[in-house]
């Protein structure tokens, strides 16, 4: 247990250094402080070139009678970007993403109801879909006055980012979807045995899932699988995860969010008619060796945005573990195409 924390604590208070163009540095993460131009630090690269890197504060909010647990970063003036995790991650997983786009954006990144570090009580009988979700983060946007924002969304971040939009698409400037599907076709082959418990939820089906996926070698392979050197994966990505999902409730919670994962697939057309008829500025950016959210995905979403940017890497699903220099130039240049933002 006591290794446990070792890590835990490491990966919480400790960002792994590392520079712009994964050089050695390091970036600070506060707690509480509002960071502004004066924070920033003014670093140096190997080359000598010197850059700024904004700190990023952690905070807590209390947002549909849960304290809502974020991550923020850049100037409070500039252009929001809102960015949402996937399944097992949390916020944690934007560390090295926040201080490369908050030179220019107010970035927030919280931790959705069961994962990270937000906190649910028990007297709140929280009930864990991914509608619930999705009020939860639409409350959360209203309790820090999110009026327009750009969305990231990732895996789980997807549906819920989607549902806000069709929400509110006069708050959504512009959406950056990095392995975040809408359309049957996107759906890869990994997703066998959770169709299967979508169509038959039982107990044995749905200790399948636990045993397979629910694991911290499960949570691993999700981390490594399509990445061509998985030593190159940092281990305070799935350790952290992995080490949460221990956390009683939480596997319940995922199980169940994963048979709920299929009211998101029926609502896929009703995403669709959104894109048609708001036209968002879209960039879909894929590690295209994703088992889960396989290329297709990324080409569909063409069919309702003509104007949509896809762009593939030769990773896996969670291509922002190694192609984050990559993923931050392809934002910023999006958002600077369409109006700033």
């Known amino acids: 247990m006591s290794a446990i924390l070792d890590v835990v604590r490491t990966a919480i208070f400790s960002e792994r250094e590392e520079s712009l163009m994964s050089k050695a540095t390091s970036h600070e993460v506060t707690k509480g402080a509002t960071p502004s131009e004066a924070a920033r630090e003014t670093l140096s690269n190997s080359s000598g070139v010197e850059f700024c890197m904004t700190p990023t504060s952690v905070h807590k909010v209390e947002a549909d009678g849960v304290r809502v647990f974020y991550r923020a970063a850049g100037d409070t003036d500039a252009p929001l970007v809102l960015l949402l995790h996937g399944f097992p991650s949390s916020s944690f997983m934007f560390r090295e993403l926040i201080p490369r786009l908050a030179d220019r954006y107010r970035v927030i990144a919280p931790d959705l109801p069961g994962f990270g570090f937000t906190e649910v009580p028990s007297e709140r009988r929280y009930v864990y879909s991914f509608a619930g979700l999705a009020r939860t983060i639409e409350a959360f946007t209203q309790a820090l006055k999110m009026d327009r924002f750009a969305l990231y969304v990732f895996d789980y ?11 509110h698409p006069e708050r959504v400037t512009a959406i ?14 990994a997703w066998g045995p959770i169709r299967k418990y979508w169509a038959s939820p039982t107990a044995e089906n749905r200790e399948v899932i ?6 911290r070698e499960g949570t691993r392979w999700q981390y490594t699988y399509g990445v061509s050197d998985p030593e190159s994966v940092p281990p305070e990505s799935y350790t952290l995860d992995a080490a949460l999902l221990e956390r009683l409730p939480n596997k319940e919670i995922q199980l169940d969010l994963f048979l709920d994962y299929a ?8 995403f669709q008619e959104y894109f048609r008829k708001s036209q968002p500025p879209l960039l879909a950016i894929w590690g295209k ?10 080409e569909a979403f063409r069919r309702d945005l003509p104007n949509a940017r896809v762009q593939f890497l030769n990773t896996g699903h969670f291509a922002i573990e190694t192609h984050v220099v990559e993923i931050a130039a392809a934002i910023k240049d999006f958002l600077a195409a369409n109006g700033g933002h």
Do not use: C, H
């Not at 971040?157 to 929400?167: D, N, V």
């Not at 636990?210 to 694991?215: A, E, G, S």
């Open 157 to 167: 971040g997807a549906p819920i980012g989607f549902r806000l939009a069709m929400a």
């Open 176 to 189: 950056v979807s990095q392995n975040g599907n809408a359309y049957e076709e996107g759906l890869g082959d």
């Open 210 to 215: 636990r045993q397979n996926i629910l694991t």
């Open 263 to 270: 009211t998101n697939v029926a609502l896929y057309p009703k």
């Open 289 to 298: 060796n994703d088992p889960f959210f396989i290329p297709a995905g990324a």
